[in-house]
């Protein structure tokens, strides 16, 4: 059985900092395209970062230079570092595991970010 749980989000202030962590278990990230994505109410959920094929990136536009993806391949976990945080990024985060080039398979339940002074 394939879980992913997210651990980090909460409540933060404009222009502050998270770290949101995904662990897997019944799968081995190495071997799958691995992501962070984010749904905002009533907005259709959009990819944040992922890994692609190997150790490839990519982010969305609206992060680029303020929040991280990285992994450990020994925890089996990916990590989102978020910084600059504004509050268009309140969401629910959720990490999402797949093939590449494919939508992700595999879902976490998220992890709610707030973003509001």
């Known amino acids: 059985q394939v879980q992913l749980v997210e651990s980090g989000g909460g409540l933060v202030q404009p222009g502050g900092s998270l770290r949101l962590s995904c662990a897997a278990s019944?799968?081995?990230?190495?071997?799958?395209?691995v992501g962070w994505y984010r749904q905002a109410p009533g907005k259709e959920r959009e990819l944040v970062a992922t890994?692609?094929?190997?150790?490839?990136?990519t982010y969305a536009d609206s992060v680029k230079g303020r929040f991280i993806i990285f992994r450990d391949i020994a925890k089996n976990s990916v990590s989102l570092q978020m910084g600059s945080l504004k509050p268009e990024d309140t969401a629910v985060y959720y990490c999402?595991?797949?093939?590449?080039?494919?939508?992700?398979?595999?879902w976490g339940r998220g992890t709610q970010v707030t973003v509001s002074s």
């Open positions: 019944g799968i081995i990230f190495n071997f799958y395209a």
């Open positions: 890994f692609t094929s190997g150790y490839s990136t």
């Open positions: 999402g595991a797949g093939r590449s080039g494919a939508p992700p398979q595999y």
